[in-house]
């Protein structure tokens, strides 16, 4: 069992950067797909990026592409989502997941442990 806890979030203004961690238990973490989710206020929870086991392979929302990086070290069990020119519509909860797929996936269903979230906010 894997268990992630996000860190990095908070309030920043529009344009700026911020970012957002993820560390994860349990020896196994270099196994799996790690994705990155977010959910505003009154919408559903929507794929903003993933990173396989390897790191070789990444997938991007069309909304952050150009924008937003996601990286993980698997000596320190972390992932990581670089976010960059950051705008109001990027505010809401943004939540790391681990999957066993061999692939960056888009599909919530692909992945089985969730963390907490931490919010990010953007002000314009």
């Known amino acids: 069992q894997v268990q992630v806890v996000e860190s990095g979030g908070g309030l920043v203004q529009a344009g700026g950067s911020l970012r957002l961690s ?6 196994t973490f270099g196994y799996y797909t790690m994705g990155w989710f977010r959910q505003a206020p009154g919408k559903e929870r929507e794929f903003v990026a993933a990173v396989s086991w390897s790191g ?16 993980r070290d ?13 705008k109001p519509e990027d ?18 269903q692909m992945y089985d442990y969730w963390g907490q979230g931490t919010q990010v906010t953007v002000s314009s």
């Open 22 to 27: 993820c560390a994860a238990s349990g020896r």
């Open 56 to 71: 070789s392979n990444t997938d991007y929302a069309d909304s952050v592409k150009g924008r937003f990086t996601v990286s």
């Open 74 to 86: 698997n000596a320190k069990n972390t992932v990581y989502l670089q976010m960059t020119s950051l």
């Open 91 to 108: 505010t809401a909860v943004y939540h790391c997941a681990a999957g066993r797929g061999a692939y960056a996936s888009r599909s919530s």
